[in-house]
């Protein structure tokens, strides 16, 4: 009999970064809160099944748009289907999976009983034999894809579930609120990346699925790019070794949080997702992990005290939360302070940490309101705020933001965010720049 490895998952870590300093009155306290995940470490008992390779179990269904828009131009749906073709094929051993065509309604291609094959050399040729049958017909409810994958997933016993969308349309054929049910009905159920390709696609709707369920977005603007892009975003699924990750922020009497938001790699506010966790404690979902690192912001609000007193405001662990029993805890801590001083250098200086990523949610922010004034035809009030996205990228060094931004607008001085609109912009470009508008650059510590 062989002898596998113990599953290894990351070790996480936990640094905070504030001026902890406050005036008198003062009430807010900012920190940036950095968790790292490292390979090595074992967890132990209570992650769910494991493979032979001694790896996390998984279970993937990819679902693809086959409603018929995919026919223009007819190469798409080709590049479509050997993209899904390349992504089962980095499936490693072990790993259940689905494949999920979507229209109007979602049908099941491979392996069509219910159910997840398991990943082999005999299923993945098989999978790649039933995606010939794929054709474009119909029209797009994509709320009924990401149910049936949650039917599909849930059937598995598996430590990981994710899956991957592909749209290159309009969801036209189902109303917003049941994509919204259906964004519910999945959250936290299975992590999904969506892509939409081509330049038909509603930007929102793209990153509005991916945000619900804790995975990237992104355009596919060629559809020859399919292929590699899938690739990668399987490999990454592959090295996820842990999932339903939780940030546990438990605060004092008196405290109040006003928010927290991943600040990086991308902004993604987490504040309305808390779930209650016994006594001034509540968790906020941050997925599944690989071997990476994280930033987010936490500000709270502290009861005012006197110069001189000092207070925790806050402790951030990590944990993964059970169905029943308390929640696993991942040995992870970190603490928010806050000290009360008259003097103004202390109480005045800006963490350098919390500047930053400050500036990176404004940019986001920022470049939606731009586009989006571009446009209904508010040229000058576009111009301002791409202007001040212009201004932050350039502080921030942000280079792949400020890169995308200069196909929108000319850039006059950056340094002071003046810029024109340009009279002609691709479409693509536009698209790009505002689903890729949440990505942020890592401040240097």
């Known amino acids: 009999m062989a002898n596998f490895a113990k599953p290894s998952v990351p070790r996480f870590s936990v640094d905070v970064y504030q001026n902890e300093y406050l005036p008198e009155g003062g009430r807010e306290v900012n920190a940036i809160v950095t ?35 995919m026919d223009y131009p007819p190469a798409k749906m080709r590049n479509a289907r050997d993209a899904t073709a390349a992504a089962i094929d ?29 990943a082999s050399p005999t299923t993945r040729h098989r999978a790649k034999q039933a995606l010939r049958r794929l054709g474009a017909g119909g029209g797009t409810a994509i709320g009924t894809w990401l149910r049936l994958a949650d039917r599909l997933l849930s059937s598995a016993d598996a430590t990981l579930r994710h899956g991957i969308l592909l749209t290159d ?27 939409g390709v081509g330049t038909d696609w509603e930007v929102k709707e793209v990153t509005g699925i991916a945000s619900a ?36 922020v438990w605060t004092p009497v008196g405290t109040a949080i006003r ?10 506010d987490l504040t309305a997702r808390r779930t209650e966790a016994g006594p001034r404690a509540g968790d906020y979902p941050t997925g599944s992990w690989g071997d ?19 207070m925790l405001a806050a402790r951030v662990s990590l944990v993964i939360p059970q169905a029943e029993g308390p929640a696993q805890n991942l040995g992870a801590q970190g603490l928010v302070r806050a000290v009360w001083t008259d003097d103004m250098a202390a109480s005045t200086a800006i963490s350098p940490q919390v500047a930053h990523y400050t500036g990176q949610a404004e940019l986001a922010h920022v470049i ?52 024109r609109l340009k009279t002609r912009v691709a479409e693509a470009d536009e698209m790009t720049l505002e689903t890729r508008s949440t990505k942020t650059v890592r401040v240097k510590k």
């Open 213 to 248: 369920l804790l995975g990237t977005a992104d355009i596919v603007a060629d559809p020859a790019g399919l292929a590699a892009d899938f690739t990668r975003m399987m490999e990454t699924a592959m090295d996820k070794e842990v999932a339903d990750v939780a940030l546990r």
């Open 169 to 195: 349309g309009r969801n036209e054929h189902e109303t917003p609120e049941d994509l919204r049910a259906a964004l519910d009905a999945c959250a936290g159920r299975f992590t999904c990346d969506a892509r």
């Open 292 to 310: 990476e690192s994280r930033d987010y912001h936490l500000c709270v609000e502290v009861p005012p005290a006197g110069l001189g007193r000092e």
């Open 35 to 69: 968790v790292t995940a490292t390979g090595g470490g074992t967890l132990g008992a209570g992650l769910g099944p494991g493979t032979p390779d001694g790896r996390p179990s998984a279970a993937v269904a990819i679902m693809v748009d086959c409603s018929g828009s």
């Open 368 to 419: 939606r309101q731009g586009l989006d004034l571009r446009k209904v035809g508010d040229f000058d009030g576009a111009t301002a705020k791409l202007g001040r996205a212009v201004q932050l990228a350039s502080a921030s060094g942000n280079a792949d933001t400020a890169k995308l931004l200069s196909k929108v607008v000319d850039v006059v001085d950056a340094a002071t965010g003046t810029v």
């Open 90 to 118: 980095t499936l490693r051993d072990g790993t259940r999976f689905a494949v999920i065509a979507g229209t109007h309604v979602a049908t099941e291609v491979y392996p069509g009983d219910g159910g997840l094959a398991v």
């Open 259 to 268: 928010y927290v938001k991943q600040v990086a790699p991308a902004v993604e």
